[in-house]
């Protein structure tokens, strides 16, 4: 019985979407900050922007670095605390669970049409076909195994980011690239999927697989927004 291959998917014009910043929404990010999120190149040699299948997914991704801590907002913890009435002017506590109004100021909501062809690492196929080549890397990162749940998981990112720069170089029948990126479930719901979008040479100032960009500044009504907030329980402050 023949090993189980990375199973690829085609985007065929797939409509997706994406939260960025003005004026550029879908430009590489500086190559300064590359190398932080799940799906970058662990050495920094490629950039990777990432997308989702609705504006809903990717708001509930943007967002949840301020989800506030479960039954628990932190009051608890400040209510003994003396606090100098000058400082509590000048320096506010931010609320656990709030959001600064001017996060949104900059902010693009943006769709667009996905070409090429990307590893699915949500498919039974691609794990196995990867599991002998990051098994010990997992296990060395603290993971009781290479499977679904480690490719989910926010910390360490070194696993994810090994995976994304090992599928960057796999090539296909006829020695070019076997992929354009990778599509994967975010952590927050199976239901969202999500996908990261490889640079290749010559991408500039953005992936030759995004094409038709429509954009708009981002408003505090946008129903995907409100309901983004809603799930991760967040508040605007001022």
């Known amino acids: 019985m023949p090993a189980a291959e990375v199973a690829v998917v085609e985007a065929a014009d797939r409509i997706v979407w994406r939260v960025g910043r003005a004026p550029d929404p879908w430009a590489w990010v500086d190559r300064q900050y590359a190398g932080r999120q799940r799906w970058d190149d662990v050495g920094g040699t490629f950039r990777t922007i990432y997308a989702g299948d609705s504006l809903y997914a990717c708001c509930v991704e943007v967002l949840a670095y301020s989800r506030p801590d479960v ?16 400082d509590a002017r000048e320096f506010p506590v931010p609320l656990a669970g709030s959001i600064p109004r001017d996060w949104i100021t900059c902010r693009m909501a943006t769709r667009a049409r996905l070409a090429g062809r990307y590893a699915d690492v949500r498919s039974a196929d691609t794990i196995s076909a990867l599991r002998p080549h990051f098994l010990r890397l997992a296990l060395r990162l603290g993971y009781p195994d290479f499977d679904a749940s480690a490719l989910k998981s926010a910390d360490p990112r070194e696993l994810t980011q090994q995976v994304a720069s090992y599928i960057y170089a796999l090539p296909d029948d006829q020695g070019s690239t076997l992929v354009d990126g990778v599509r994967f479930a975010s952590r927050h719901g199976d239901e969202l999927t999500m996908w990261a979008v490889f640079e290749r040479p010559g991408d500039d100032p953005a992936s030759r697989h995004i094409e038709r960009i429509e954009a708009h500044l981002m408003d505090l009504g946008d129903p995907a927004l409100q309901r983004a907030m809603a799930l991760h329980r967040l508040t605007w402050r001022d």
């Open 71 to 86: 039954e628990q907002d932190g009051s608890e913890l400040l209510a003994g605390i003396v606090e100098d009435p000058e």
